[in-house]
């Protein structure tokens, strides 16, 4: 069974840097995309970022671009998240998310698994 936690959530201060990670198990991750996702008060899930199957590609929202860096650790089957110059509209609980099909070159929400979210809480 396949599973994503994530952790490294918060309050933080506008201005904060926060490290989000994403540990995977009940499969080699190391062959599919993966990304994040985060879903504010009465909004819908939007994408942040995501990264390739081998670190070679990224890509980001134009709303976190030059903030957030993702990265990941295929020996640990773990991606990370991290968020610099924080602000308050980036509140939410951010998911993570890992590609069911292997060496795709994008991420499709509605072909992912979903980890259970973990809150982020940017103070003014």
């Known amino acids: 069974q396949v599973q994503l936690k994530e952790s490294g959530g918060g309050l933080v201060q506008a201005g904060d840097s926060l490290r989000l990670s994403c540990a995977a198990s009940?499969?080699?991750?190391?062959?599919?995309?993966m990304g994040w996702f985060r879903q504010a008060p009465g909004k819908e899930r939007e994408f942040v970022a995501s990264i390739s199957w081998n670190g070679g590609n990224t890509y980001y929202a134009d709303s976190v671009k030059g903030r957030f860096i993702i990265s990941r650790d295929n020996a640990k089957d773990t991606v990370y998240l991290q968020m610099n110059r924080l602000k308050p509209e980036d509140t939410a609980v951010y998911y993570c998310?890992?590609?069911?099909?292997?060496?795709?070159?994008?991420?499709?929400?509605?072909?992912?698994?979903w980890g259970q979210g973990t809150q982020v809480t940017v103070s003014s």
């Open positions: 998310a890992a590609d069911k099909s292997p060496y795709r070159s994008t991420l499709v929400p509605e072909n992912v698994y």
């Open positions: 009940g499969r080699a991750f190391s062959m599919y995309h």
